[in-house]
């Protein structure tokens, strides 16, 4: 596995025993992990896609957010491509082994040009794997076909999703299988009910109904696996977590729940701490139990500061993507990441993108003005493509073997959360 010249973040902190002890750990045994991966996905097939937002403290790797609607496919490295290609047409020939046409159902918005630049890679990797592919929308402001004119000089065509029977299409366009890039934050519209033909990943685990806990619930089952497989401790590459369930934080109701809930939650990570000697102060992160693009989430470093909510703060954490309110919330360890970028030692956190079970790069969340213990998914951020070459499910550089490793993890969590709710 060899990496490309592309500057590689620095690990600044002395505390790295412990990922260290890991990384040779792992590579030790990469037959036995290979093995029970394989054996794994047998048992439970992998989502079609993913990304992984990773945090390194360097005593602690773990993963604090996982996407089944990926969206940044545009700041993976674009000079191995084909990488992607090939485990996009392993993962969707598996699952259907006849396709030939794809119908990808982007986001409905189309201001936010960046996303269509991803959207335009993942047509781009799709071609390359074979496959004939097309766009339809769910919007109320696109009527025809429209061309989208991008930053990068390309152009990405979209034409409203239609529906014939219980079969999408497009214009005469029939898919043999409808990619979701779209995390249904607003539900699941009438047209994606009882389709006869593929959709991937299930409507039913958009944000309107999954729930981030659920996830890291699965995804503690999984390590905990894992861990006894390995014969490590599942705490340092998992987050502590607790969730609320019924919270306004306009009405400020429920925040009894959150205080009572960090509170022990604190005193969990403080025992962990004091097992491995670790000086830094223990943190939190609080954040919508439901939904993505970085909204309402919020960093918290003692209990009192929960009981002292200002304004502006609830008004932050009420509400996410599309004004939706937000009432339930995950109360979640917070990881530090102590990987810098570049020549002003901004702090970075690693992002691995998956399809199906394969690994096939990612990039590093940059953001100059962001501390070690702070939510990088914010405006300002900046994303510089992981450097390696080719896929970590083999013994590459330990760092990034490390990464992969746990990316699998968090997949192999989320397939077992799509397994049962579709058994639902």
């Known amino acids: 596995m060899l990496l490309d010249s592309r500057p590689v973040p620095q690990l600044n902190t002395t505390q790295v025993e412990p990922l260290q002890t890991l990384e040779q750990h792992f590579l030790a045994h990469c037959e036995d992990i290979k093995k029970w991966f394989q054996t794994e996905w047998q048992r439970t097939a992998p989502p079609v896609y993913g990304s992984v937002d990773l945090r390194n403290a360097g005593f602690k790797l773990a993963p604090i957010d996982m996407n089944l609607f990926p969206a940044g496919f545009n700041n993976l ?69 429209q061309t989208i004119d991008l930053p990068s000089g390309h152009t990405v065509t979209v034409a409203p999703l239609q529906r014939e029977n219980d079969w999408l299409k497009v214009d005469g366009f029939k898919p043999d299988i409808a990619l ?53 401790d599942p705490w340092l590459i998992a987050p502590l977590f607790r969730k609320c369930g019924q919270i306004d934080f306009m009405q400020q ?27 830094q102060q223990p943190f939190l992160i609080i954040k919508a139990d439901a939904g993505t693009y970085g909204m309402a989430v919020m960093t918290v470093r003692n209990v009192d500061e929960l009981r002292t909510l200002n304004r502006k703060q609830r008004t932050r ?28 030692q901004a702090v970075a956190e690693p992002v691995v993108y998956l399809w199906g079970e394969c690994v096939v790069g990612g990039f590093y969340r940059v953001h100059k003005e962001r501390g070690t213990d702070e939510n990088l998914n914010a405006p300002g951020m900046q994303f510089e493509p992981l450097p390696f070459q080719q896929s970590c499910n083999e013994p590459c550089d330990a760092r990034f073997y490390l990464y992969g490793i746990i990316a699998q993890l968090s997949m192999l969590a989320a397939a077992r959360e799509i397994h049962d709710q579709v058994k639902k």
Not at 253 to 279: M, P, Q, T
Request: glycine share 6%.
């Open 317 to 344: 954490m009420a509400t996410i993507k599309g004004g939706q309110p937000v009432r339930q919330v995950i109360i979640q360890e917070g990881v530090y990441t102590f990987e810098t970028f570049g020549e002003e």
């Open 253 to 279: 109701e429920g925040l009894e729940c959150l205080i009572s809930n960090a509170e022990r939650l604190f005193v969990e990570i403080k025992k962990k701490y004091d097992e491995y000697h670790i000086a």
């Open 77 to 145: 490295n674009p000079d191995f491509l084909s990488l992607s290609a090939e485990a996009a047409k392993k993962t969707l020939l598996n699952a259907a082994p006849n396709a030939k046409k794809i119908l990808i159902i982007p986001e409905s918005h189309t201001r936010n040009l960046y996303y269509w630049e991803n959207v335009r890679l993942l047509q781009k990797t799709l071609e390359m794997a074979g496959f004939e592919v097309r766009f339809g929308i769910i919007s109320d402001e696109i009527k025809s076909q």
């Open 180 to 232: 979701l890039n779209n995390d249904l934050s607003d539900g699941i519209p009438d047209i994606l009910q009882n389709l006869a033909h593929p959709l991937m990943p299930p409507a039913e685990l958009g944000w309107s109904q999954r729930l981030k806990s659920e996830h890291f619930q699965y995804y503690a089952e999984v390590t905990t696996e894992f861990a006894k497989k390995m014969r490590i």
